[in-house]
């Protein structure tokens, strides 16, 4: 789509349509990629509806209280389930037309997030539920709670192929009900990654890249290994592990992950060639340390992962990227967009690292083919998609409606 179709496309739909949505998931200032997430799509959708901005159903973890701005209409502590019935019944009376569900088990109460059916069961608004972990193989009980999540829903969004996939052969759920819409990222222009090098202070230092709440299933123990190898060949490198540790380890163990890494790094003699962010970084932020990047790594042991944002983010940004081969990168990085190494191999991530910093025009071709698909993948495209959904399903519950109320009459006279 053209910027002026896409104008064009903004200003009829603000003028034809108001389309009052409730989102339901984290929201910032919680720290939490799903927080993030939503952040974005109603950002972005909100561009497109002047006259029916978005609204946040945020949900808190167990006691916290966050100070939230105007956008947020219901706050839900996900540890009661009470109150998932309270968020519906505001849902039921309000201007809502339909919800859309930022789905992943570990932010609802409950075994498996089940405390989200309490609320869906006393829903009486339609439902787009948007997937963000879809693991092949569940266990019988996350089974049974995501086919009553999907018997709830008038859809389901999965952010690759592979989910829909997953879905119809592991949960026997409907394909005529699966959407596939991606993970959206910023529209990033190509731009040198000298001049913000400099910026950032990084000099003209070769630079290898990792971001995201940090835990112990990110792998970066294994990029620190591969790392005396990928130091012999490009002595200049620097690895910039970007992003604090995830709040729900922080409180569990503190900072025994992250101290791990700060001690491998010791050991390995490779002080001038590691730093840490440990900051819960912007957005802006993130975009210039992706653009000062050579080559970005995502060393993630879960080979299920359906989902990740940080990857995301790296194809937007048109980077060489070198990762684990999960399902949501074995996706992603098909057809020459990537170099996949096996889990818990740092001398595969190190032959990886140094086949792109060694071949220019290696490393020249996977960008281009990253940013050329990470067009498609740009907040826009992926608002104007929802919004699309949206419309489709709205439309078909007006159609249901009159069907009913038609058939209602029918049998009165």
């Known amino acids: ?57 945020a949900m808190n973890d167990r006691g916290a209280i966050y100070a939230y701005g105007d956008k947020v209409f219901i706050q839900v502590d996900s540890s009661d389930e009470q109150a998932y019935i309270t968020a519906a019944e505001a849902l039921n009376k309000s201007n809502v037309d339909l919800v859309n569900i930022q789905h992943e088990f570990g932010i609802f109460g409950g075994e498996y997030g089940e405390y989200l059916l309490t609320m869906l069961k006393h829903l009486r608004k339609p439902v787009v539920t948007t997937l963000h972990t879809v693991l092949p193989n569940p266990a019988p009980k996350m089974r049974d709670i995501v086919q009553k999540i999907n018997y709830h829903s008038q859809a389901l969004v999965v952010m690759v192929k592979k989910g829909a996939e997953i879905l119809f052969s592991d949960y026997g759920l ?28 990084l000099g003209t230092k070769t630079i290898m890249s990792t971001f995201g709440l940090i835990n112990r299933g990110k792998g970066i123990e294994h990029v620190i290994d591969a790392l005396p190898a990928i130091v012999d060949k490009h002595p200049d490198i620097i690895y910039l592990i970007l992003g604090q540790t995830h709040p729900g380890v922080r409180r569990h163990e503190g900072e025994i992950y992250r101290d791990m890494l700060l001690q491998k790094v010791h050991d390995n003699g490779l002080i001038n060639h590691v730093r840490f962010n440990n900051r819960y970084m912007t957005k802006k932020e993130l975009v210039d340390y992706l653009l000062a990047t050579d080559v970005y790594v995502t060393p993630y042991l879960s080979k299920d992962q359906i989902c990740s944002g940080a990857l995301a983010y790296a194809v937007g940004a048109g980077k060489a990227i070198v990762s684990t081969p999960y399902l949501y990168a074995r996706e992603v990085l098909a057809n020459g967009r990537g170099l996949l190494t096996e889990f818990e191999y740092p001398d595969g991530i190190a032959e990886c690292v140094c086949n792109i910093l060694g071949s220019p025009e290696l490393r020249q071709q996977m960008e281009l083919k990253t940013f050329k698909y990470g067009r498609k993948m740009s907040w826009h495209n992926v608002a104007i998609d929802y919004l699309d959904l949206f419309d489709r399903i709205l439309s078909f519950s007006s159609r249901l409606n009159e069907r009913m109320i038609s058939r209602r009459l029918k049998s009165k006279i």
């Open 1 to 57: 789509m053209s910027v002026e179709d896409l104008s064009m496309f903004k200003f009829l739909y603000s003028v034809l349509n108001r389309v009052h949505v409730a989102y339901v998931g984290t929201y910032p200032p919680r720290e939490c990629g799903i927080a993030t997430f939503t952040q974005d799509l109603t950002s972005e959708i909100d561009k497109f509806t002047p006259f029916s901005k978005s609204r946040i159903v």
């Open 174 to 201: 409907d394909a005529d009900k699966m959407y596939l819409i991606p993970h959206g990222v910023p529209n990033v222009h190509r731009w040198p990654s000298m001049p913000v090098k400099k910026r950032l202070g």
